[in-house]
T-cell receptor, first 111, second 113 residues
């Protein structure tokens, strides 16, 4: 019940295309859903986050879509660029501050 | 701010040796987290502290692992004795109030031979 399931494990997209990564959770107590981006040799860094009182949040080319009833959320990267090539982690937490991370998706954007 | 600082960045040791990883959180942050990242298991939370007090150590794999936070600006993760299966990248992260963004350090890449 504490797991966050992420898919796909890897993704290859052409430059300018849309990258979509999906996550699902079971624990309805989760109330904070961040996405982290990790480049090789670096620590993860917060990309964008959403709380369940909204269904969508957009920051530049990055959008989180949130479906509370289905207990799913997804990251959309519009106009994907080679510089977006990285590993993306979804996560979820509740009032303890403890983040539960998905398994990660390795994104490769081809020029 | 320099961000979260971890040392060493790389550590190669032999099985059975003691390994100590160090972390300096961002000044003013009251939560500190230790994670382990491997290809097989992904990013796992090992332990976290609030105001220097361990809150949840359920992710610590076994008694060979221990963590301390003697003050607000320093934490250690110790493995004694180390085993080859402990080879991984260990990240420290800190946050303010626990509900906000976690800021990760650059990680320590540990190889146990």
């Amino acid at each position: 019940q504490q797991q966050v399931k992420q898919s796909p494990q890897s993704l290859i997209v052409q430059k300018g295309g849309i990258s979509i990564i999906n996550c699902a959770y079971e624990n309805t107590a989760f109330d904070y859903f961040p996405w982290y981006q990790q480049f090789p040799g670096k620590g993860p860094a917060l990309l964008i986050a959403i709380r369940p009182d909204v269904s969508e949040k957009k920051e530049g080319r990055f959008t989180i879509s949130f479906n509370k009833s289905a207990k799913q959320f997804s990251l959309h990267i519009m106009d994907s660029q080679p510089g977006d090539s990285a590993t993306y982690f979804c996560a979820a937490s509740w009032n303890t501050g403890k983040l539960i991370f998905g398994q990660g998706t390795t994104l490769q954007v081809k020029p | 701010d320099a961000g979260v600082i971890q040392s060493p960045r790389h550590e190669v040791t032999e099985m059975g040796q003691e390994v100590t990883l160090r972390c300096k959180p961002i000044s003013g942050h009251d939560y500190l987290f230790w994670y382990r990242q491997t290809m097989m298991r992904g990013l796992e939370l090992l332990i976290y502290f609030n105001n220097n007090v361990p809150i949840d150590d359920s992710g610590m794999p076994e008694d060979r692992f221990s963590a301390k936070m003697p003050n607000a600006s320093f934490s250690t993760l110790k493995i004694q004795p180390s085993e080859p299966r402990d080879s991984a990248v260990y990240f420290c992260a800190s946050s303010f109030s626990g509900r906000e963004t976690q800021y990760f350090g650059p990680g320590t890449r540990l190889l146990v031979l």
